[in-house]
């Protein structure tokens, strides 16, 4: 049997630092799909690079979007995969990720001085909510009033 492939420019440069013995170092795109190197190893996990987090999933791939890792949700920027921390808006809805390791949080949270209600899927409530059988009132900006 004959295969083709089409390669790339950057993909035959790396094929040939690899073949030549250098060692690959950093991110590398590889059809259409970023990937992490240390070492000329493909990394996985949770990586911190240049003091951003990373998720790269067993194939190495970048994750982007939502993730859930180990029982916590976790945002990852869709442009360039870094994990996002702090208040976050996800079309309509806001989130809260913890500033120190970025999970999504739920229940209350206090923000600044200001006291939050972060629905079960971790979505900042508004308006007039009934929380555990009693009624709460919250700002259009989320705050509890």
């Known amino acids: 049997m004959n295969y083709a492939v089409k390669l790339n420019e950057k993909a035959l440069s790396f094929i040939y630092s690899v073949i030549k013995g250098h060692s690959i170092d950093g991110w590398k795109l590889i059809s259409d799909t970023w990937y992490y190197y240390k070492n000329s190893n493909k990394q996985t996990g949770w990586q911190s690079i240049n003091g951003k987090w990373y998720y790269l999933e067993t194939s190495g791939s970048m994750s982007t979007g939502w993730k859930y890792v180990r029982g916590r949700w976790y945002y990852l920027d869709k442009t360039n995969g870094d994990m996002k921390t702090g208040w976050y808006k996800d079309g309509s809805t806001w989130y809260y990720l913890d500033p120190t390791n970025g999970d999504m949080k739920t229940g209350w949270i206090k ?35």
Not at 122 to 139: C, E, R
């Open 111 to 145: 923000v600044s001085g200001e006291w939050y209600y972060l629905n079960s899927s971790g979505a900042m409530v508004t308006g007039s909510q009934t929380i555990d059988g009693k009624v709460y009132n919250f700002a259009s900006s989320g705050e509890w009033i």
